[in-house]
């Protein structure tokens, strides 16, 4: 089989989704183009990656953070993140781990793949064919409009716990 050519995604924008009441769309763009792929996720997942985003220290470690303490412990590094299928309009997400001699691909909801990719800065790759299929291509007007409409909403609210 071919090796699939994989494509860098950097999150773009985290914002309430306006066709899933208590869900939030999570924006992943091309780094080398202009194609968007935006993720329905939910809440809890969407507060995980604005506090890592915002760079917030919860007074008590969330779910991620025990990952990444439990991962250093056993030293194993998340290498990437590859959003790695679509089916259904379901998107399917690995984790890359190594411990230096062995690579791990483990299997996550792209959300959760991403809040523990964002503590240990690893990139986030998926394919052309994802892309191709769920990607969307803003016009030079709406890119405009989104550009002009940026505002840190996530922060509002992530609440401490």
């Known amino acids: 089989m071919a090796t699939l050519k994989k494509i860098k995604l950097e999150i773009l924008g985290l914002s309430s989704s306006q066709s899933q009441t208590g869900s939030f769309a999570l924006v992943l763009g091309e780094t080398e183009g202009n194609r968007r792929l935006p993720i329905i996720?939910?809440?809890f997942e969407a507060q995980a990656i604005?506090?890592?985003i915002e760079k917030i220290i919860p007074n008590r470690p969330m779910t991620h953070d025990l990952f990444k303490s439990f991962s250093n412990s056993f030293h194993f590094h998340v290498e990437e993140i590859v959003i790695s299928d679509?089916?259904?309009g379901?998107?399917?997400a690995k984790i890359v781990c190594t411990d230096g001699l062995k690579k791990t691909e483990i299997d996550a909801r792209p959300s959760e793949a991403i809040a523990i990719g964002l503590r240990f800065d690893a990139p986030i790759f998926?394919?052309?064919t994802i892309l191709a299929e769920a990607g969307i291509v803003l016009t030079d007007q709406e890119e405009e409009e989104e550009k002009s409409e940026v505002k840190p909403?996530?922060?509002?609210k992530v609440k401490k716990e």
């Open 50 to 52: 604005a506090i890592e």
């Open 90 to 92: 379901v998107f399917f």
């Open 41 to 43: 996720i939910g809440m």
């Open 86 to 88: 679509l089916k259904e």
């Open 153 to 156: 909403e996530p922060k509002a």
């Open 126 to 128: 998926t394919y052309e």
